[in-house]
């Protein structure tokens, strides 16, 4: 699984998240434990404003590592983003 989380953060890098992705889905398929292959998918996830799915891979990771900063901020973050309100914009 190493070479695949190895390709996985390669295309990750090179802004190839549909590849990063499947080479993740691939890892997470064979190991649901894999909280490095959920942190990065999070993040793909981030990155492409699937805000929902990135806050449920952060939770998966916390369940593996309850500690996780990473992504306990991502969550932080995510869930500042869905509840971002302006009134605004709403009654001009």
């Not at 549909?18 to 981030?46: K, V």
Request: glycine share 8%; with cysteine; net charge negative.
């Amino acid at each position: 699984m190493n070479d695949l989380m190895n390709k996985a953060k390669l295309l990750f890098d090179q802004n190839e998240f549909s590849g990063s992705f499947d080479a993740l889905n691939e890892i997470l398929r064979n190991d649901q434990n894999d909280s490095g292959a959920f942190l990065l998918r999070a993040r793909i996830h981030y990155k492409m404003q699937n805000w929902g799915d990135a806050m449920n891979d952060y939770c998966s990771v916390l369940e593996i590592e309850p500690g996780n900063q990473e992504a306990k901020s991502g969550i932080e973050m995510a869930g500042n983003i869905l509840g971002y309100f302006t009134p605004d914009m709403f009654n001009p």
